[in-house]
């Protein structure tokens, strides 16, 4: 039983970690006019770099690399001081390089067998990024330390522009970007070494079962947030869908009906993120140790034949728990948990496991008897061994924080 477990509490050692931070910028007239140039620079040097690739493949059959746009791209700035050649050569070759990790990552899900989307050509409006890779090449953070009441930071081709900052950034700057966001801009500096800010131990352990009716349930019993409000959402979206498809090409009801799926999805992604915010949250601050299930991509994307058991409901066959109507979102939002779990729990000093999820939802975690029949329901667990009754969750949660805590102890005897 998870009470027997006495673990030493961790210390909280100050190690540093990886940041972002984001300020408004308060750019002059011209300031913004070379601002707004630059971005559109940098997209017309991503677009011809992709119809560059484009072409030699389709044509010849080359596939053309990073390596050899980038040797391009002296060329591209010595022939035109004017335009390209006013801004950062690092900046440019980092736009090449964002566009390289589009083609690896569309490669990457070929070979897994999917069917995505080429890279596009990005339109106005769909590329409002620019990234110096690093402080001092072609940009500077903090540029004029000799002005105390002010900050501001210097970008190749735009000058000193002021920053609006609201906070210290702590820490060493890595890379600076510009964002266009509507009529705005910021400066978004990626910081290493920033101090973790860790948190007291609690000397307390907990694994989590990430599951459908709340998102996390813990070893001790506690249900984190309720899924509820996800699934009205998600079963809205599911109609607004269903009615986007009943509506006239090019019609404006159709348009309509666009813009209500996307609101829609926007909603959902807000109230996932939220949810991950604080669920993440209260874990960190309860618990030095957090076990979780290692989330397998393949193996919870294969989808498991649901059996109705004729109520509305499905009998339990361990999968279809986790497959069926709100799969996607809930998928979209275990990874999104994890994600966010992971950066807290790095942030205050706490220790996160991943451990193989396989049998830990029919397995009793008082005798070990491991039987699909334990698995009563999708909320009960009854071992037909032992007769231990518990909730499923619960269960299955007692059963990855020990899996996680022999992992634990493998790895320090080592
Ligand atoms: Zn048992």
């Known amino acids: 039983m998870p009470a027997d477990i006495v673990v030493a509490s961790l210390p909280s050692v100050g190690v540093g970690v990886r940041r972002s931070f984001k300020f408004l910028l308060r750019p002059t007239g011209k300031q913004a006019a070379a601002l707004a140039q630059c971005l559109e620079d940098h997209r017309e040097l991503y677009n011809a770099a992709l119809e560059h690739r484009r072409t030699a493949y389709r044509k010849v059959g080359v596939t053309v690399r990073y390596g050899e746009q980038s040797a391009e791209l002296k060329h591209i700035r010595a022939d035109d001081p004017d335009g390209q050649g006013r801004w950062s050569f690092s900046s440019q070759q980092a736009t090449l390089r964002r566009l390289d990790k589009a083609y690896r990552a569309f490669f990457d899900r070929v070979k897994a067998g999917r069917t995505p989307g080429f890279p596009r050509f990005k339109g106005r409006g769909w590329f409002d990024t620019v990234e110096w890779p690093k402080d001092g090449d072609g940009c500077r953070w903090d540029s004029q330390p000799h002005y105390p009441t002010a900050t501001y930071v210097r970008l190749q081709g735009v000058g000193h522009v002021r920053v609006h900052q609201h906070r210290r950034a702590p820490g060493t700057v890595k890379t600076i970007s510009i964002k266009r966001e509507g009529a705005r801009w910021f400066v978004v500096l990626s910081c290493d070494d920033v101090p973790a800010q860790t948190l007291p131990a609690t000397g307390a352990v907990a694994g989590i079962d990430m599951g459908v009716a709340s998102l996390a349930t813990t070893s001790d019993g506690d249900h984190i947030d309720n899924q509820r409000h996800l699934a009205t959402s998600a079963s809205r979206l599911a109609a607004a869908q269903r009615e986007l498809a009943r509506k006239k090409r090019g019609s404006k009801r159709r348009r309509k009906a666009v813009a209500r799926v996307a609101a829609l999805h926007a909603k959902v992604r807000r109230q996932r993120l939220d949810s991950a915010h604080k669920a993440a949250l209260a874990l960190v601050r309860g618990y030095d140790v957090i076990v979780h299930e290692a989330l397998n991509v393949a193996g919870m994307t294969r989808r498991a034949a649901p059996k109705p058991d004729g109520e509305g409901g499905y009998l339990a066959n361990g999968q279809s728990a986790k497959s069926g109507l709100n799969k996607s979102i809930l998928d979209a939002g275990w990874s999104a948990f994890l994600t966010i779990l992971s950066h807290k729990a790095e942030s205050a000093g706490r220790e996160l496991i991943a451990v193989n ?58």
């Open 357 to 414: 999820p396989a049998n830990t939802s029919r397995t009793c975690s008082r005798c070990g008897h491991c039987a699909k029949e334990n698995r009563v329901t999708q909320a009960v667990f009854r071992c037909t061994g032992c007769g231990f009754y518990a909730h499923a969750d619960v269960n299955a949660a007692i059963n990855i924080l020990r899996a996680g805590l022999a992992l634990r102890e493998a790895a320090q005897a080592a």
